[in-house]
């Protein structure tokens, strides 16, 4: 009884649009087929750690692996296309924005300054090499694509080229931007346009995470690890199952 209680409270009262407001999440009653499917039951969870904590010689943003994505975005005239590997940030849902971090030396950077449009392909474990190497050069001496070996497509909305091999694609409009000294600066953007090769999502619109080799990489190690175990949902301790970030 206390989950419909506080469904209802969630959907009427002003707890939803504050809900919304901070999280761009719209709370409202959606139908059954908009609604996640059960978690399945988990299958050998590892014991929760109980050790002894202990300082590390070094601080670091130590948090699980990080989404990187490939971005493309146009290059100068006459200079190739660019793509580059940066970490990425979801800034909200609704209106959909995300964010990058641009290295200052990066041709990234540069090029986010330039043109206003750009992409994120979301790689696969199966793009390993190609994403290292993308990584391991600049498109300041080459061009990436040929390096690579990935495909230049082009972006349906945007102006800007996109990664064939990428199942999922946000096209960006750049709406603000901040730089982050020593190093570093953000851009953020709205999605404008977001396309997806079948069996990447559901007809919801929801990533099928177990069917795709998601990755990510420890910052401070550098080490790139698949995702994909589902453990929950959001709303799942009020018994809600259709409420989308
Ligand atoms: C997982 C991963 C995440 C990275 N994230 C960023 C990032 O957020 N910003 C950045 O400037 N470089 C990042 N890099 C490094 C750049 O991809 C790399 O230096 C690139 O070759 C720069 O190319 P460019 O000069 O053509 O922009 C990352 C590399 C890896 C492997």
């Given at each position: 009884?206390?989950g419909w209680?506080?469904r209802r409270?969630l959907e009427?009262?002003?707890?939803?649009?504050?809900?919304?407001?901070?999280?761009?999440c719209a709370p409202e009653e959606r139908t059954d087929a908009e609604t996640s499917p059960p978690v399945p039951?988990?299958?050998?969870?590892?014991?929760?750690?109980?050790?002894?904590?202990?300082?590390?010689?070094?601080?670091?943003?130590?948090?699980?692996?990080?989404?990187?994505?490939?971005?493309?975005?146009?290059?100068?005239?006459?200079?190739?296309?660019?793509?580059?590997?940066?970490?990425?940030?979801?800034?909200?849902?609704?209106?959909?924005?995300?964010?990058?971090?641009?290295?200052?030396?990066?041709?990234?950077?540069?090029?986010?300054?330039?043109?206003?449009?750009?992409?994120?392909?979301?790689?696969?474990?199966?793009?390993?090499?190609?994403?290292?190497?993308?990584?391991?050069?600049?498109?300041?001496?080459?061009?990436?694509?040929?390096?690579?070996?990935?495909?230049?497509?082009?972006?349906?909305?945007?102006?800007?080229?996109?990664?064939?091999?990428?199942?999922?694609?946000?096209?960006?409009?750049?709406?603000?931007?901040?730089?982050?000294?020593?190093?570093?600066?953000?851009?953020?953007?709205?999605?404008?346009?977001?396309?997806?090769?079948?069996?990447?999502v559901d007809d919801g619109g929801r990533?099928i995470?177990?069917?795709?080799?998601?990755?990510?990489?420890?910052?401070?190690?550098?080490?790139?690890?698949?995702?994909?175990?589902r453990?929950g949902n959001i709303g799942m301790?009020v018994g809600r199952s259709d409420i989308k970030?």
């Amino acid at each position: 009884m206390s989950g419909w209680s506080r469904r209802r409270f969630l959907e009427r009262g002003s707890a939803a649009a504050a809900i919304a407001a901070v999280w761009g999440c719209a709370p409202e009653e959606r139908t059954d087929a908009e609604t996640s499917p059960p978690v399945p039951e988990p299958s050998a969870s590892p014991a929760p750690l109980t050790g002894p904590r202990r300082r590390l010689a070094e601080p670091g943003p130590m948090i699980p692996p990080c989404p990187a994505i490939l971005l493309t975005v146009n290059g100068r005239p006459g200079d190739p296309d660019e793509i580059s590997v940066l970490w990425t940030f979801v800034v909200n849902g609704n209106p959909p924005q995300i964010g990058v971090s641009a290295g200052f030396e990066h041709q990234a950077r540069e090029l986010l300054e330039l043109h206003d449009e750009f992409v994120l392909n979301v790689p696969v474990a199966s793009m390993i090499e190609a994403f290292d190497t993308v990584d391991m050069n600049s498109s300041r001496v080459a061009d990436k694509f040929e390096l690579s070996g990935l495909t230049r497509g082009a972006a349906s909305v945007v102006a800007a080229p996109t990664v064939e091999e990428s199942p999922i694609h946000c096209e960006c409009r750049t709406i603000a931007s901040l730089e982050v000294p020593p190093v570093r600066k953000l851009f953020i953007a709205e999605v404008v346009a977001t396309t997806a090769v079948e069996g990447a999502v559901d007809d919801g619109g929801r990533l099928i995470v177990p069917d795709v080799d998601f990755f990510g990489m420890t910052a401070g190690s550098g080490e790139h690890y698949t995702v994909g175990r589902r453990v929950g949902n959001i709303g799942m301790t009020v018994g809600r199952s259709d409420i989308k970030y």
